[in-house]
């Protein structure tokens, strides 16, 4: 277990709709990060947020938004669904604190989009 | 963000040591090496991280040579349970972490 849960388990919404997934990271890390796999991919980067900023964001378009919360919670937010927003998506949290540390993966959201 | 090299894919059986190298020619001087293991349907989950050397846990041995531009994951005497996606990434400080494609282990009886 690494102490980072994320709701719901899965979803499925359909084109042109918006979606919030939600992330429940471990007491006292400071960062999440988002990523989005798709099957048979590696997690790609969409962005990072660090006390409650963004911190860094991949190339993802910016109908992907986020938020981060003063109780270690955060959002990723996906407006106008598209068929290839179909993915697992990824939160993980560390401490950003300029020494290399481990990031700890939460289990993943499951969205489909028909 | 250094780009890595790993196999696609690689079978071996219980009980055997599988290693997996990961090519990292760009690696950068604060860069650190990780790896990962992930299952299907869950987050990847940390294995080990190194900087140079050789560096060993309970569950895996991570060589590192000395002019960094790859790093072998070494997995001792696998199980069935030890099949997966395992990743190779190098990356700063920044946690912004690029994953390759990954390679998957397959471990048969």
Sequence with gaps: ?114 | LAKTTQPISMDSYEGQEVNITCSHNNIATNDYITWYQQFPSQGPRFIIQGYKTKVTNEVASLFIPADRKSSTLSLPRVSLSDTAVYYCLVAGNDYKLSFGAGTTVTVRA
């Excluded at chain 1, 979606?19 to 048979?40: D, E, K």
């Excluded at chain 1, 068929?83 to 939460?106: K, M, R």
Aim: with cysteine.
């Design chain 1, 1 to 114: 277990e690494t102490g980072v849960t994320q709701s719901p388990t899965h979803l499925i919404k359909t084109r042109g709709q918006q979606v919030t997934l939600r992330c429940s990271s471990q007491s006292g890390h400071n960062t999440v990060s988002w990523y989005q796999q798709a099957l048979g991919q590696g997690p790609q980067f969409i962005f990072q947020y660090y006390r409650e900023e963004e911190n860094g964001r991949g190339n993802f378009p910016p109908r992907f938004s986020g938020l981060q919360f003063p109780n270690y919670s955060s959002e990723l937010n996906v407006n106008a669904l598209e068929l290839d927003d179909s993915a697992l998506y990824l939160c993980a949290s560390s401490v950003l604190t300029g020494v290399q540390e481990t990031q700890y993966f939460g289990p993943g959201t499951r969205l489909l989009v028909l």
